[in-house]
Antibody, heavy 120, light 107 residues
Framework: QVQLVQSGAEVKKPGASVKVSCKASGYTFTDYYVHWVRQAPGKGLEWMGWINPNTGGGNSAQKFQGRVTMTRDTSISTAYMELSRLKSDDTAVYYC?????????????WGQGTVVTVSS | EIVLTQSSDFQSVTPKEKVTITCRASQSIGRSLHWYQQKPDQSPKLLIKYASQSISGVPSRFSGSGSGTDFTLSINSLEAEDAATYYCQQSHSLPLTFGGGTKVEIK
């Protein structure tokens, strides 16, 4: 069965970076894009971007461009999202998500979420 | 950027009642609108794709309709387990965007 298992909670200081991992299993990792979505406490869902695990290419929302880096390691079927220059309003749960088919943009599988807390 | 507006933040509903949640897009998105359910401390779950297409394993009491700019998620005969926040999401153009969510509480 398809599973996306994310890394554990992180606490970071403002200005630092965080790197969240998303390990995929139950399907061919390189056949599906991996997207990242975040949710601030008590707030709605916010799309951050995607990576094509086959090529390493991708796209990110303009809001995060210059601060977000999405990478992958195909040898271990894992995608990564690194967010730099953290601010307090980056405190959120970060999810990875997989679309139903590679080039579609809605999600039928989600990771369990990674809580990132930014606090001095 | 396409803005999705869910008209109500909160609904308090009696079991077995019908629930209607609306989502309006700031421009026409055809039928590229999807619905998710999120329960507390859980990841979102896909309920409906492309405005009205059902998802395997989702109870038949969940249905969707609409096209263009106006969309509706309906829950027929609400059950206690349906207490959750519901989000719409558009895939018409990047950046992907979500509605603000509608929380459904069971009375």
């Amino acid at each position: 069965q398809v599973q996306l298992v994310q890394s554990g909670a992180e606490v970071k200081k403002p200005g630092a970076s965080v790197k969240v991992s998303c390990k995929a299993s139950g399907y061919t990792f390189t056949d599906y894009y991996v997207h990242w979505v975040r949710q601030a406490p008590g707030k709605g869902l916010e799309w951050m971007g995607w990576i094509n695990p086959n090529t390493g290419g991708g796209n990110s929302a303009q809001k995060f461009q210059g601060r977000v880096t999405m990478t992958r390691d195909t040898s271990i079927s894992t995608a990564y999202m690194e967010l730099s220059r953290l601010k307090s309003d980056d405190t959120a749960v970060y999810y990875c998500a997989r679309p139903e088919t590679s080039n579609l943009y809605y999600f039928d599988y989600w990771g369990q979420g990674t809580v990132v807390t930014v606090s001095s | 950027e396409i803005v999705l507006t869910q008209s109500s933040d909160f609904q308090s509903v009696t079991p077995k009642e019908k629930v209607t949640i609306t989502c309006r897009a700031s421009q026409s998105i055809g039928r590229s609108l999807h619905w998710y359910q999120q329960k507390p401390d859980q990841s979102p779950k896909l309920l409906i794709k492309y405005a009205s297409q059902s998802i395997s394993g989702v109870p038949s009491r969940f249905s969707g309709s609409g096209s263009g700019t106006d969309f509706t998620l309906s829950i027929n005969s609400l059950e206690a387990e349906d207490a959750a926040t519901y989000y719409c999401q558009q895939s018409h153009s990047l950046p992907l965007t979500f509605g603000g969510g509608t929380k459904v509480e069971i009375k």
